[in-house]
């Protein structure tokens, strides 16, 4: 079988520093916090082209914590998509503020700045800008509606590790950034993790302060905080993968690359780039007709895929009653859920495997039906 996804690929081809990495940390006696995370957060931010990195405890940590440094809460909207992983609506309501979902634009599949505009209210406070699938979200035209409008912008970059808008890396885009280290993720670790990256030092040491119960560096408790830290095993493991990040993601276009050109022609909508920006393939999403029945037959020849995400949020249990939607809904997020398909990608798939996936989707469509 060939995953659509395949994390365990990823540990084999850099299993001898991997192991290294955690010997290390087993070695050290120090298990908290403490140098190895703190060498990955320079390390980390450092690629951003930040200043500060904070190592928390998941991409959703990530969300929650950026969200509070920016003092959002109950009464506050903060306006995102429903097409989005449901950690980034889940992290809003988290704080005890209101998701105000948008639609996203039928090419890129990223918000659509015109849609925020329509939803800002007096109760508007921030915009989260979801990085889809690897696709930098149009960054300019929406700093331009937070700065025009008075909203902090937040990146939801968990998608898009080392990517690209106009040249500057994701992370760099706005007032925070918040990063995740699930293992299926372009810098996956070998469990949890996350990360948030700022410019701003005052957001940084408070993100800092509350994912550890709000103390300061004496550990007087300063507010509220959350026990969320970066695993010090997961920062030398990811520290490790770091250097292979760039090599990775290029391997993730050279393969995105081959299923553009064999793709050409089919009844398929392919992922669409722009050629100022770097995707990086988190997912290589196709949109069809008949969705189930292509990805039944790609079952049948072995090769996995997956659907991200079969269920718009402002749809699923128990989000549909907190979540602002705007009038006229979300015809473009809607009419993605029943037509999107994830194929296989991920740096340690084969030349040979990918030709597999590609014969089998041309087979399918020479079929009669
Ligand atoms: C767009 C998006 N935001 C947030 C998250 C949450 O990250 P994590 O699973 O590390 O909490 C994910 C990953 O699942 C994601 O894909």
């Known amino acids: 079988m060939i995953p659509w996804a395949n994390p365990l690929a990823q540990y084999r081809s850099h299993e001898s520093e991997i192991l290294a990495a955690m010997v290390r940390v087993l070695e050290s006696n120090s298990y908290i916090l403490g140098g190895e995370v703190e060498s990955f957060e320079r390390a980390f931010a450092n690629y951003c082209g930040m200043a500060h990195g904070v190592g928390v405890g998941s991409g959703t940590d990530a969300l929650i914590l950026a969200l509070r440094a920016l003092d959002i809460g109950a009464s506050d909207e903060v306006i995102t998509v429903s097409h989005t992983a449901v950690a980034t609506v889940a992290a809003i309501l988290a704080c005890g503020a209101t998701p105000v979902l948008v639609d996203v634009d039928p090419a890129y599949y990223t918000v659509d700045p015109a849609c925020i505009e329509a939803a800002i209210t007096s109760r508007s406070k921030a915009i989260v800008a979801v990085h889809l699938y690897g696709q930098p979200a149009d960054m300019d035209a929406i700093a331009a509606i937070g700065r025009r409008r008075g909203l902090r912008i937040v990146e939801d970059c968990a998608q898009a590790t080392g990517g690209r808008y106009r040249g500057r890396r994701v992370g760099g885009l706005g007032d925070i950034a918040c990063f995740s280290f699930y293992p299926t993720k372009n810098l996956g670790a070998i469990g949890d993790g996350g990360m948030v990256?700022?410019?701003?030092?005052?957001?940084?040491?408070?993100?800092?302060?509350?994912?550890?119960?709000?103390?300061?560096?004496?550990?007087?408790?300063?507010?509220?905080?959350?026990?969320?830290?970066?695993?010090?095993?997961?920062?030398?493991?990811?520290?490790?993968?770091?250097?292979?990040?760039?090599?990775?993601?290029?391997?993730?276009?050279?393969?995105?690359?081959?299923?553009?050109?064999?793709?050409?022609?089919?009844?398929?909508?392919?992922?669409?780039?722009?050629?100022?920006?770097?995707?990086?393939?988190?997912?290589?999403?196709?949109?069809?007709?008949?969705?189930?029945?292509?990805?039944?037959?790609?079952?049948?020849?072995?090769?996995?895929?997956?659907?991200?995400?079969?269920?718009?949020?402002?749809?699923?249990?128990?989000?549909?009653?907190?979540?602002?939607?705007?009038?006229?809904?979300?015809?473009?997020?809607?009419?993605?859920?029943?037509?999107?398909?994830?194929?296989?990608?991920?740096?340690?798939?084969?030349?040979?495997e990918v030709d597999l996936v590609i014969t089998s989707i041309r087979r399918y469509y020479a079929l009669p039906r």
């Open 197 to 352: 990256v700022t410019a701003d030092e005052a957001l940084a040491s408070r993100v800092r302060r509350l994912r550890q119960y709000g103390w300061d560096e004496s550990r007087n408790t300063l507010e509220i905080g959350v026990n969320s830290r970066l695993d010090s095993l997961q920062a030398a493991i990811l520290h490790a993968k770091l250097p292979h990040l760039d090599a990775d993601n290029v391997r993730r276009a050279a393969i995105a690359s081959r299923y553009d050109r064999a793709f050409a022609g089919l009844p398929l909508t392919l992922p669409a780039t722009s050629s100022e920006d770097t995707h990086v393939y988190h997912l290589y999403v196709v949109r069809c007709e008949q969705r189930d029945r292509l990805s039944a037959h790609l079952a049948a020849d072995q090769i996995g895929s997956a659907v991200h995400y079969p269920v718009p949020v402002h749809q699923q249990h128990g989000y549909a009653e907190r979540v602002i939607v705007t009038d006229g809904g979300l015809p473009v997020t809607t009419g993605l859920a029943d037509q999107i398909l994830s194929l296989p990608i991920y740096p340690e798939l084969s030349d040979a």
